[in-house]
């Protein structure tokens, strides 16, 4: 485990691979670092550096007091590739994590060469759904939520098909903290990036899952709409957590993105 400590949280973080320009992996909310292990080998045989990282509130990362906001995930994100010396590099985020890479395109997007965002959205009201599910995970655990979780992230034929690859993901949304799915949970319940991500000029892919009943299709056509020039990618039968259910169509999607965008 390799962690630094950046702008008032101690961020757990994985660099792999040796030469080539790296691609930063941003997890969802209620996963780790771990949730990108599909893609790692794929990238890494094209010839990529690999940064992955627990979000603060996550994971082996801190949990500092929250709500947090979006803003203070991308200074989280820029702050870690600047304490590692990284000038430049390719965005993945996913869901939470493509909100943190919106929000790092509109203000740093000198700063990468592309950005990918998978089963994202700009806004994602109403506020009081946020709240309720705040509220039930503060009272009642992350065990409360676990099962309607992975029914919005799985089709029910990637829930029966991937028993052995949904363990790992299963674990990691009963151990994050309760505090820190709270805090980042606020920063999703606060957010509205409609109008902001309009700014955006950086090479953009907006992935969906084609069933993704969180983050719709039409959330992606959104952003796909705001952010001029971007490409779209809707990948057939997955949903939320798409770059597990179809980890093919996923890495070749973003691999053929990367490679244009060098």
């Given at each position: 485990?390799?962690?630094?400590?950046?702008?008032?949280?101690?961020?757990?973080?994985?660099?792999?691979?040796?030469?080539?320009?790296?691609?930063?992996?941003?997890?969802?909310?209620?996963?780790?670092?771990?949730?990108?292990?599909?893609?790692?080998?794929?990238?890494?045989?094209?010839?990529?550096?690999?940064?992955?990282?627990?979000?603060?509130?996550?994971?082996?990362?801190?949990?500092?007091?929250?709500?947090?906001?979006?803003?203070?995930?991308?200074?989280?994100?820029?702050?870690?590739?600047?304490?590692?010396?990284?000038?430049?590099?390719?965005?993945?985020?996913?869901?939470?994590?493509?909100?943190?890479?919106?929000?790092?395109?509109?203000?740093?997007?000198?700063r990468l060469y592309s950005l990918t965002l998978c089963a994202t959205a700009a806004?994602?009201?109403?506020?009081?759904?946020?709240?309720?599910?705040?509220?039930?995970?503060?009272?009642?655990?992350?065990?409360?939520?676990?099962?309607?979780?992975?029914?919005?992230?799985?089709?029910?034929?990637?829930?029966?098909?991937?028993?052995?690859?949904?363990?790992?993901?299963?674990?990691?949304?009963?151990?994050?903290?309760?505090?820190?799915?709270?805090?980042?949970?606020?920063?999703?319940?606060?957010?509205?990036?409609?109008?902001?991500?309009?700014?955006?000029?950086?090479?953009?892919?907006?992935?969906?899952?084609?069933?993704?009943?969180?983050?719709?299709?039409?959330?992606?056509?959104?952003?796909?709409?705001?952010?001029?020039?971007?490409?779209?990618?809707?990948?057939?039968?997955?949903?939320?957590?798409?770059?597990?259910?179809?980890?093919?169509?996923?890495?070749?999607?973003l691999l053929s993105f990367l490679q244009r965008h060098g």
């Amino acid at each position: 485990m390799s962690v630094l400590h950046i702008n008032g949280a101690s961020l757990n973080y994985r660099l792999e691979g040796d030469t080539g320009p790296v691609v930063m992996l941003c997890n969802s909310l209620a996963s780790t670092l771990a949730m990108w292990a599909p893609q790692v080998p794929a990238l890494l045989a094209a010839g990529y550096r690999v940064l992955r990282y627990d979000t603060r509130g996550h994971g082996a990362s801190s949990v500092p007091p929250g709500p947090y906001t979006i803003d203070q995930l991308a200074a989280d994100a820029l702050g870690l590739i600047d304490v590692l010396g990284f000038e430049k590099i390719h965005f993945c985020g996913l869901s939470l994590g493509g909100m943190t890479g919106q929000r790092f395109a509109t203000l740093h997007g000198t700063r990468l060469y592309s950005l990918t965002l998978c089963a994202t959205a700009a806004w994602m009201g109403p506020p009081e759904l946020w709240e309720a599910r705040i509220q039930q995970v503060l009272a009642h655990g992350m065990s409360s939520v676990v099962e309607a979780t992975l029914q919005r992230w799985f089709t029910s034929a990637g829930l029966a098909r991937m028993e052995t690859e949904l363990a790992p993901i299963r674990e990691g949304i009963l151990h994050t903290p309760p505090a820190g799915y709270a805090a980042c949970g606020a920063a999703i319940r606060d957010m509205d990036q409609r109008e902001s991500i309009r700014a955006i000029t950086t090479p953009t892919l907006i992935i969906a899952g084609a069933l993704d009943p969180g983050t719709t299709v039409e959330h992606a056509r959104q952003l796909h709409t705001a952010i001029e020039g971007s490409e779209l990618l809707i990948i057939p039968e997955s949903q939320h957590l798409l770059n597990l259910e179809a980890a093919g169509a996923f890495n070749s999607g973003l691999l053929s993105f990367l490679q244009r965008h060098g």
